[in-house]
């Protein structure tokens, strides 16, 4: 071993419980310590670098002059027989150690001197060495910090009153109050009241006789029997947040009752578990008509991404964008040095740039050697994946929901992306993609009496389209038997498109009259991206309908959907009496919702944007609507929340600024948004024409640009460029893959490639799967 100056330096520690130490893979590649030259990790700040041709880890030490770098490299031993992985059957994740199944080998380097072996017992090198090997690595970390989530007490567990206490007896605890069922029990600890679950947790069986309860009662707390354990853990649900909870005396609130702890044995999975498990059964096949396994496909573009845990949201969503030219154009940058920047594993346009040369190089697209190398015989070897654990932590960063290991609505993940894309700075020459997907719909409103329309334009990113539900047959008692008739897409756009009747007051003859109300196209852009909506209340929770969308691979042309505007001989309302200010909500209407224990403002809001159609719609756009940033704010508030926003806490504004939002645009959505850093970030891109008393929008080109969104050209031709299909009853539980049309090696023309999670196949007929997709991505030819 050779010496080195630098192995004395007093400045080498170990990494401390709150560093984060990037010891499996590259922060600005996939390269990891699985490859053959290793990963160099700097002993100074703990950033993982490649030490293969890209030498990234040199790189970091040019760039900021640290000088001993740790090489971890493993390999796999040689097994003959591994047992199958332990069934996940609870939320907890605990250390593990690799040596059952690797060979490690380290050494120190030290890129100062040149020394390729530096002597280790030098100074405090051998505890450094230690530290990093036995601290847990930024991914583990990141995975159990969002697995282990902390359930809180509210106020109605801590306040909980407690009516007159009684023995209830083991019949009594054996079937709900209402109905037959004998499983899925919960008891009310205010009243002892057992009614039964709502139907779609883990499947088991409810007709929410307990909600039932607390509707009529205000009982607020639950808690499941069958949950129940000795040491005092149980699901307890709160009605009134509609959230699971923690009640620090749940024992003495069930002895209340009459049920002792001690004697208490669980005897059905938490909801948690049944989530867990639920989500792992779901899979699409990955065999052919033939019952052969469906051929893996290996190159540029062709490459997985390992699951993380309930990420296949993320994924798909991922492969679909990075599929786009748009995407490519700006991510894409084979052989440039990656950004300059203090960490990488924190930096978006760094992780972007790592997504993008992962899944379009086609370097880790290949078999994984870990499936060869395996005494079980394997009929297909698929990837490795790779495991876009920096990227899902920092997207995810600060989010209530994406920052967990929960399954998520890739839909609503593809916005998220969106936002993060055109609130982040683009360098001189580089576009904002997002740019690709903005339009503009027109909102049209005609008076049925005096004939004034009223015009208004609002810039779009996506459209979400209901889809029409024509129904075959239909069980009395659930959704889950029900049959539908196929439509077209041109169904759905003719829905979204088509006129309807809704009631408003008119200021220009100055009454309450009917209005006819329609949607269309001002411009379209170059490429657009179909939600569709596939869901009904059950219960009132939304619940998937398997309705078939027939959608052709060959082009369409949408060019029937586009407007001109204001048609020669109107009478165009001016834009004073166009204000929100000439809308009312059904007064009947909104009585109904707030008699459903719906907030005021948020009726009023279901009400106007719905058109006063009926109750149900309302409903819908409510619970689609229930996390926008400013549900809650008053709908003439701008005056109010301009004077708030010299108020707000000047970190946060200096937060928001740093991500290209101009100060006083920062200062008035924390005001919007009572101070919270994520919603603010979703109001301003919610408000890109959004100013008042001198707060101007100064966002700059890539959120708002100058020029308008979209083409008003003919023909207006689309064709059908990937899909992202889900599995299961609800986007919060299922498997999401994506579907995406490539060129593949020695094959003319288009082939249908699968996307589930790391394995990539090439998939020869995709109708049914169209059929029933969640998100369309079409471009304009």
Known sequence: MATCCHSNSLDLRSPSASQAVY????????????????????????????????????????????????????TRKKVQREEPPQKISKLAINAETDEDRYNTSIRVICYSCGQDDVD???????????????????????????????????????????QEPEQIDSQGLSQCSMCDLKENLWLCLTCGNLGC??????????????????????????????????????????????????????????????INLAGREKTEKSLMEMQVEQNLRWDFTMTSDDGHELKPVFGSGLTGLSNLGNSCYLSSAVQCLFDLPEFQHRYYHPG??????????????????????????GRYSRPDERTIA?????????????????????????????STMRQQDAFEFLLHIFKHVSLSKHPNGLVNPVDSFRFNVEQRLQCMKCKGVRYRLDEQDNISMPVPARRVTQSPDTSSNQTFESV????????????????????????????????????????????????????????????????????????????????????????????????????????????????????????????????????????????????DEPINNKHAAGGMAQQQDPGKVAQLSDMGIDESRARRALA???????????????????SDEGLEPQLGACVHPSAPAGFDTTPATYQLRSIICHKGASV?????????????????????????????????????????????????V
Request: net charge negative.
């Open 672 to 690: 919007a948004t009572g101070g919270d850093i994520n919603r603010a970030i979703d109001w301003v891109f919610s408000h890109p024409d959004d």
């Open 336 to 361: 440039q040095e990656p950004p300059f920047t203090d960490c990488p594993a924190a930096d978006f346009e760094t992780q972007m740039r790592k997504l993008a040369d992962g899944t379009l190089s």
């Open 374 to 402: 395996s005494p079980e015989p394997q009929t297909v070897s698929h990837q490795r994946g790779l495991p876009p654990s920096m990227f899902k932590h920092l997207i995810g960063r600060d989010h209530a929901e994406f």
């Open 197 to 258: 679950g709502r139907s779609q947790f883990g499947g088991a069986g409810g007709n929410s006789h307990g909600l039932a309860h607390f509707e009529s009662t205000s009982h607020a707390v639950a808690v499941k029997l069958g949950s129940i354990t000795a040491d005092g853990s149980a699901d307890i649900y709160c009605y009134t947040c509609n959230e699971e909870r923690v009640d620090p005396d749940l024992a003495t609130h069930l002895s209340h009752w009459g």
């Open 23 to 74: 010891r499996e893979d590259c922060t600005q590649c996939f390269d990891s310590l699985d490859d053959e030259y290793g990963l160099n990790v700097c002993l100074s700040c703990f950033n993982g670098g490649c030490a293969g041709a890209r030498e990234h880890a040199r790189l970091h030490f040019e760039r900021f002059g640290h000088p001993l770098a740790l090489n971890i490299r493993r």
């Open 488 to 631: 077209t897409l041109f169904d759905c756009l003719n829905a979204f498109t088509s006129d309807e009747i809704v009631d408003l007051r008119c200021t220009s003859c100055d009454g309450q009259q009917k209005f006819c109300k329609r949607a269309a196209f001002r411009t379209m852009p170059a490429e657009l991206v179909v939600n569709a909506r596939r869901f009904e209340l059950v219960n009132w929770v939304p619940t998937k309908l398997d309705i078939p969308v027939d959608v052709d691979d060959e082009p369409l042309d949408l060019s029937q959907y586009l407007s001109a505007g204001p048609v020669d001989g109107e009478h165009v309302l001016p834009e004073d009496e166009a204000s929100n200010g000439c809308l009312q909500a059904n007064s009947d209407l909104l009585d109904q919702l707030l008699s459903m224990g719906f907030p005021q403002v948020r009726c009023e809001k279901a009400l106007l944007a719905t058109g006063n159609s009926d109750v149900e719609a309302a409903m819908n756009w409510l619970l689609s609507h229930i996390d926008d940033p400013d549900i």
């Open 732 to 780: 919060h539980a299922g498997h999401y893959v994506a579907f995406v049309r490539k060129r593949l090696p020695g094959k003319p023309g288009l082939s249908w490639v699968m996307f589930n999670d790391e394995k990539v196949v090439e998939v020869d007929d995709v109708q049914e799967m169209k059929k029933y997709a969640y998100v369309y991505f079409f471009s304009r």
């Open 120 to 162: 280790r017992s030098r100074g405090n090198m051998q505890s450094v060495i230690e530290g990093v090997m036995s601290a847990t690595t930024y991914s583990k970390r990141e995975e159990i910090k969002a697995w282990e989530q902390e359930f809180i007490s509210c106020e109605h567990t801590l306040s909980l009153e407690q």
